[in-house]
Nanobody, 121 residues
Framework: QVQLVESGGGLVQAGGSLTLSCAAS????????MGWFRQAPGKEREFVAA??????NYADSVKGRCTISRDYRNNTVRLQIDSLRPDDTAVYYC????????????????WGQGTQVTVSS
């Protein structure tokens, strides 16, 4: 099993930046792919970004504003989001998977509890 714990959420003004962190523990060898999803009230959970050895992938909605990085030694993954907008408001979830299946929500086996990000206008 893999445990994921997110941190770094909060209230930010539009135009600001935020860095979310996710610490993985347990069977960290089963985290070939790590990523972030978000879920706004009344909406489906959606992909934000993911990282594998081959590099990062980003949703169109955050491309150019977002950077995902991973520290393999410390089993952490970070998501920096710049130029935040009110529609970035959501609960952000860290996710991990042993393989490199896809980038949909059903392609990740492990999930964190989520951290709230609120962007005020």
């Amino acid at each position: 099993q893999v445990q994921l714990v997110e941190s770094g959420g909060g209230l930010v003004q539009a135009g600001g930046s935020l860095t979310l962190s996710c610490a993985a523990s347990g069977r960290t060898s089963s985290t070939d792919t790590m990523g972030w999803f978000r879920q706004a009230p009344g909406k489906e959970r959606e992909f934000v970004a993911a990282i594998r050895w081959s590099g990062g992938n980003y949703a169109d909605s955050v491309k150019g504003r977002c950077t995902i990085s991973r520290d393999y030694r410390n089993n952490t993954v970070r998501l920096q989001i710049d130029s935040l907008r009110p529609d970035d408001t959501a609960v952000y979830y860290c996710a991990a998977d042993p393989g490199s299946r896809g980038l949909g929500r059903y392609d990740f086996a492990y999930w964190g509890q989520g951290t709230q990000v609120t962007v005020s206008s």
